[in-house]
């Protein structure tokens, strides 16, 4: 059982940056792939951004892409998401996940922090 904890959401003006922090505990942080989704009011969940164990070609979702940044320690089990240039439309709930290297599906989740972008 994996438990993972996200950190640093908040409230920032548009232009301005963000650093989200999840740390992992309970599993064996290399075998995992890291990911970052969030989910707005009365929308989907979806996916921002991806990482493998070894941090190499990390995927983003096309709203973000050049903007955010993904990043892991696995000495530190811990996965960051560097946000710059927020727009409003990036206010949600952004969530930390992870998958086996070998499954498919994201199997463990975070509790969400709340990250809002005021016009």
């Known amino acids: 059982q994996v438990q993972l904890v996200e950190s640093g959401g908040g409230l920032v003006q548009a232009g301005g940056s963000l650093r989200l922090s999840c740390v992992a505990s309970g599993g064996t942080f290399r075998q995992y792939i890291m990911g970052w989704f969030r989910q707005a009011p009365g929308k989907q969940r979806e996916i921002v951004a991806a990482?493998?164990?070894?941090?190499?070609?990390?995927f983003y979702g096309d709203s973000v892409k050049g903007r955010f940044t993904v990043t892991r320690d696995n000495a530190k089990n811990t996965v960051a998401l560097q946000m710059n240039r927020l727009k409003p439309e990036d206010t949600a709930v952004y969530y930390c996940?992870?998958?086996?290297?070998?499954?498919?599906?994201?199997?463990?989740w975070g509790q969400g922090t709340q990250v809002t972008v005021s016009s």
């Open positions: 990482i493998s164990w070894s941090g190499g070609n990390p």
């Open positions: 996940a992870c998958r086996h290297q070998i499954e498919t599906e994201y199997r463990y």
